[in-house]
């Protein structure tokens, strides 16, 4: 149980386009999701937390208007980069979190953005 | 704020050894812990956690951690290294966010383990 999926798990794109990463909770609900970015070789960063029907909630230094979150049901939020340029190229992992417990986060197995 | 601090970047061991990682934490009231494993271009799996339980964890494949209020720590060990180890270890404290009503995971920065034959 507690599965979570991403989708794309690697994705390459051009400068200046768009990107969507999908991140589903498969086998239970969550009003609580996360999203990290991991540049190579360090840590996970908390980009944002998102939930379920309302707008997410950005930590300091990271742009709304890049970044756009959606968290349209209990087990999808997707995470659109805006505009890429190679400086957004990294390693970007969901999390999410039970209704029930709310306690631990379930992550994703990530999706490695190439911005070319 | 909470915060955590793993005190070592790398660590080496021979297969058969002994596994240490340590973790210091800060924490204004009694934490949340928790070891995750990441192995390459891998999410993380969770290894073990500490919620205000049995001081003593014991998480999967055989690691454990102790849980250590007057020295802040939560150091992660393994009796017997095993190949299949090798990845980067994160220790992590969990921040309750009152107004959101969830937890807010607060990651150290990372130790790579290598095991050698």
């Known amino acids: 149980g507690a599965v979570v999926s991403q989708h794309p798990s690697r994705v390459i794109c051009k400068s200046g386009t768009s990107v969507k990463i999908e991140c589903r909770s498969l086998?239970?609900?969550?009003?609580?999701m996360f999203w990290y970015r991991q540049f190579p070789k360090q840590s996970l960063m908390l980009m944002a937390t998102s939930n379920e029907g309302s707008k997410a909630t950005y930590e300091q230094g990271v742009e709304k208007d890049k970044f756009l979150i959606n968290h349209a049901s209990l087990t999808l939020s997707t995470l659109t980069v805006t505009s890429a340029h190679p400086e957004d190229s990294s390693f970007y992992i969901c999390?999410?979190?039970?209704?029930?417990?709310?306690?631990?986060?379930?992550f994703g197995p990530g999706t490695r953005l190439t911005v070319l | 704020a909470q915060s955590v601090t793993q005190l070592d970047s790398h660590v080496s061991v021979s297969e058969g050894t002994p596994v240490l990682l340590r973790c210091n934490y800060s924490?204004?009231?009694?934490?949340?812990l928790f070891w995750y494993v990441q192995h390459p271009n891998k999410g993380l799996q969770l290894l073990l956690k500490y919620t205000s339980a049995a001081t003593l964890v014991k998480g999967i494949n055989g690691f454990e951690a102790e849980f250590k209020k007057s020295e802040t720590s939560f150091h992660l060990t393994k009796p017997s290294a095993h190949m299949s180890d090798a990845a980067e270890y994160f220790c992590?404290?969990?921040?309750?966010?009152?107004?959101?009503?969830?937890?807010?995971?607060?990651f150290g920065a990372g130790t790579r383990l290598a095991v050698h034959p």
């Open positions: 924490s204004s009231y009694s934490p949340s």
């Open positions: 086998d239970f609900q969550a009003t609580t």
């Open positions: 999390s999410a979190t039970p209704t029930r417990t709310g306690n631990e986060q379930f």
């Open positions: 992590v404290v969990s921040e309750k966010m009152f107004s959101g009503g969830y937890n807010k995971l607060i």
